[in-house]
């Protein structure tokens, strides 16, 4: 985008711009789906080669996202979370965290010791997270520097 083009003054549409013009730039063909609820706004990409959109462990389409909730919200009071998926990345991702954190937590209630887990970003640390609050038996917690930060599933004290 040029300096003397102007961003439209939504944030769904500023996030549907700057996906259909990052999609563009790296040379896949995607059709752009955005939709927005009170809680956040969610984009998805569909298209049949979306790898380079998604990129080696879901690095460029966790950039993409930061980059589409950065321009989203620049100068704006009020934000929301911003998601973006290509082609149900996050899906199955997600579904493959669990497994680990369901291997982990299984480990750490049988042995008594907390399981560190391999290194992992933000993203996926934040769904590992979440899915784990609701089993009541562990808790998670995060160590070291990124990008090696890692999640540790803890037993809870009885």
């Known amino acids: 985008m040029t300096a003397d083009e102007s961003l439209p003054s939504s944030p ?21 789906h955005v939709e927005e609820d009170a809680d956040s ?10 790898g380079l959109a998604i990129g080696r462990h879901g690095q460029t389409i966790d950039a993409i996202q930061h ?8 100068d704006e009071d009020e934000r929301k979370r911003v998601e973006v998926d290509a082609a ?10 669990e497994e680990e954190a369901d291997r982990a ?22 769904v590992v997270h979440e899915y784990l609050r609701e089993r009541g038996d562990v808790e998670t ?18």
């Open 41 to 50: 706004i969610r984009a998805n990409l569909e298209g049949e080669e979306l």
């Open 12 to 32: 769904v549409d500023r996030v549907r711009l700057t996906l259909e013009k990052i999609v563009a730039a790296i040379g896949v063909e995607a059709a752009v």
């Open 105 to 126: 937590a299984d480990e750490a209630i049988r042995s008594g010791r907390p399981v560190e887990l391999d290194a992992m970003n933000a993203v996926e640390r934040r």
């Open 141 to 158: 917690y995060s160590e070291g520097r990124e990008p090696d930060r890692r999640l540790v599933v803890s037993p809870l004290a009885t």
């Open 88 to 97: 149900g990345y996050r899906d199955r991702r997600a579904a493959v965290l």
């Open 67 to 74: 980059l589409a909730y950065r321009v989203a919200f620049r």
